[in-house]
């Protein structure tokens, strides 16, 4: 119907009236995309929203799987000390009871990679979200902090390989059956742990253990890397992630 006026309009050289014609267009088509604009950013508003409580719980999962890893390492490292403290006092290590100590020493070959979830925050990204720039830059930090971890954890120690392939396999047995879980795909390490009434460990081969100089030395460089990764994972990391717990839940409120 417009385009039929501006012609008769052009035919008629009502020059007026055509130039009233051609601005109806331009600001009908300047609302158009306006408003196409305003939808537009309110749907990405509205998507952000979602991503961020997603993220809130990705961040809360990556903590929790973080200080329960960390946990383990130090349960390892406090095992790895008391051997070692045993060791250097040049004591008899056990004469009835050797369950503690073949426990200590089992839990401080534990060893296990640091992986974490990041599906939201990779989504954000694509999207080019937050627009919160300090959430990014408190993600990629804690990021880091488990990429150095990683890193340091990407190599099985030479002490986990040398001690399980000495202690007696029954003692093994039950070290995994008592003091060991497994919980929705996370390792948990169970410390003190109760000896089994079915079990006698020779006293002479925890001994043998304790005199091979390779595995006293396996294990002190190994023990020093469990506890900084423990504390890593459990002091440091947890504050920055509670960092951006906090901030996500001051975006939720403005």
């Given amino acids: 119907m417009l385009l039929r006026r501006i012609i ?11 130039a009233l014609d051609f601005v109806i267009v331009v600001v009908g088509v300047f609302i158009g995309i306006q408003v196409s604009n305003w939808n537009e950013q309110l749907g990405l508003e509205k998507r952000e929203q979602v991503l961020l409580r ?16 960390g946990d383990a390492f130090l349960i390892g490292a406090d095992g790895a000390r008391r051997v070692l403290n045993t060791i250097d006092r040049g004591g008899v290590p056990c004469t009835d009871d050797c369950w ?17 979830n990041w599906t939201t925050y990779d989504e954000l990204r694509r999207d080019g979200l937050p627009t919160d720039r300090r959430i990014i830059e408190l993600v990629e930090k804690y990021k880091t902090y488990g990429h150095q971890v990683a ?16 202690i007696p396999i029954e003692a093994q047995d039950a070290y995994w059956e008592n003091c060991y879980s497994l919980e929705e795909a996370i390792e948990v390490y169970f410390y003190p742990c109760p ?48 960092d951006i717990l906090n901030r996500l839940a001051e975006g939720r409120k403005q």
Avoid: F
């Fill in 8 to 18: 008769e309009h052009t035919k008629a050289q009502n020059w007026t009236a055509i």
């Fill in 54 to 69: 997603e993220l809130h719980g990705e961040i809360a999962q990556n903590m929790a799987d973080a200080k329960i890893k």
């Fill in 100 to 116: 503690p100590i073949v426990v200590d020493l089992l839990h401080a070959s534990q060893w296990q990679q640091i992986i974490s």
């Fill in 151 to 166: 890193l340091v954890l990407s190599v099985q120690p030479i002490y986990r390989t040398l001690v399980r392939g000495l």
């Fill in 195 to 242: 000896a089994p009434n079915d079990i006698t460990i020779d006293p002479e081969k925890v001994e043998d253990i304790l005199a091979r100089p390779e595995i006293v030395q396996s294990l002190r460089e190994w023990t020093s890397i469990a506890r900084v990764v423990g504390e890593t994972l459990t002091v440091p990391q947890q504050s920055l992630g509670n």
